[in-house]
């Protein structure tokens, strides 16, 4: 393994906690690569959301942004 690092390196180490296993079995149509990027998506809106947005339960927000992966999946998050 390279010793090289970042947004390109073929392989990573992370801890066991920090990852989320996809299934066993994904359906044909879903590449695993898309399943992926999903999780990248409403992770990375979800976070904006909560940790960073403290969005609580019947407030509204404005996502001026929902045209993306992340946008689209704040608009569906915060509904």
Not at 37 to 53: E, K
């Amino acid at each position: 393994m390279s010793s090289q690092g970042g947004a390109f390196a073929r392989h990573v180490l992370v801890p066991s906690h920090a990852v989320i296993p996809l299934p066993q079995q994904l359906p044909p149509s879903v590449k695993m690569t898309d399943a992926a990027a999903l999780l990248v998506s409403y992770g990375t809106a979800h976070m904006g959301l909560t940790a960073r947005g403290r969005l609580q339960a019947g407030e509204t927000v404005l996502i001026t942004a929902a045209a993306g992966g992340v946008g689209l999946a704040a608009v569906e998050i915060a509904k």
